[in-house]
């Protein structure tokens, strides 16, 4: 487990969306961050104190997480510097990029010097078998979306949330570095061999009671072409009895490929609702998720009152709004 209070770090992110690891800890974990770090040229903000090494330190900071998710998921040379200081000040690095922090001889030598740990949470720790496409006694709900970075993320969290208020029996399973970096376990499907994929969500999501829901965490789009992988092998590992559409209406084009737009909500739910019933032919689609962060409140509710007409499903914003109308589909 890493050491808590966290300082965010924000790098250079070029945008808002690129800080979406620490955006996702501030929003769901805000009681374990003391600020946030951002180096000359950095668009994001989270509203948090802006913070130097020092000053987290001296506010008790014990981790510097990596809050970025840049394409590729690579660590900048420019960012060196800023992470040894936080070794040298006492603090432990966490990150999920897919560049280890463990493979970066100056990182490696100031943790060692200063008496700090390294956590890479992106790298298996278990053995993950292959899928075998049994059912599994308990119900699983997933969301999938028109692109990568919509909120899929944020409408299974915000589910458990209303579900367990509910009395209802519902567990998150992570399956990315932000999800792992907020509940503290899951699997980081990216980073598993292809062939073991579905495997690791089937170890994820085992045998439970009737009542229980695993609300698996999302990833990428069966749409976008480098990331539709990781989203198949969601869909049969999970076996979903359940699927929520997740869509980001004021985005143009797909993430990082200007040349591919975005499918309709009707694609996703028929080409999803198709691949889900090779697994469990009993499952449907129950709501839709829409992330109406880039709206003011007027247009978002009219924009979600448009899309339940079109899509006959209940449609919400469920970290604007609270994800109650979703947890009650699946009641």
């Known amino acids: 487990m890493l050491e808590q209070p966290y300082l965010l770090f924000l790098g250079d992110a070029p945008d808002q969306l690129a800080a979406k690891v620490a955006q996702g800890i501030r929003d769901w974990r805000p009681e374990s961050v003391v600020g946030q770090l951002r180096m000359p040229g950095c668009q994001a903000d989270l509203g948090l104190p802006d913070m130097t090494i020092e000053q987290a330190a001296a506010a008790g900071a014990r ?27 006492g603090m432990d690095v966490a990150s999920g990029l897919h560049n280890l922090l463990r493979d970066e001889p100056l990182l490696v030598e100031a943790a060692r010097h200063a008496g700090r740990k390294l956590h ?44 367990r208020a509910r009395g209802m029996k519902a567990d998150f399973r992570a399956t990315g570095q932000t999800g792992i970096l907020i509940t503290g376990e899951g699997v980081p499907l990216d980073a598993v061999v292809a ?51 997740c869509h980001e209406p004021t985005r143009g084009h797909m993430r990082g490929l200007p040349e591919y737009a975005l499918p309709s909500l009707e694609d996703l739910r028929d080409v999803a609702l198709r691949m889900a019933r090779i697994v469990n032919p009993a499952c449907e ?47």
């Open 120 to 163: 890479d949470v992106r790298v298996p720790t278990v053995k993950y078998p292959i899928a075998n496409g049994k059912k599994r006694s308990g119900k699983r709900c997933l969301a999938v979306g028109t692109d990568c970075s919509v909120g899929k993320m944020y409408t299974a969290l915000a589910m458990e949330k209303a579900m």
């Open 63 to 89: 981790t510097l997480v990596v809050g970025v998710a840049n394409r590729g998921g690579m660590i900048s040379p420019a960012w060196i510097k800023v992470l040894r200081e936080a070794l040298e000040a």
């Open 195 to 245: 062939d073991f994929m579905a495997g690791a969500i089937e170890w994820l999501t085992p045998d439970a009671e009737p009542d229980h829901w695993d609300l698996i965490e999302g990833q990428g789009s069966l749409f976008h072409p480098s990331y539709s992988g990781v989203t198949l092998a969601l869909i049969h590992g999970g076996q979903p009895d359940a699927l929520v559409l």
């Open 285 to 331: 689609v129950v709501g839709v998720s829409i992330n109406t962060a880039a709206m003011d409140e007027e247009e978002a509710l009219d924009y979600l009152a448009a899309v339940e007409r079109q899509m006959g499903l209940p449609t919400v914003d469920p970290f604007r709004q609270g994800a109650d109308r979703l947890a009650e589909a699946l009641e």
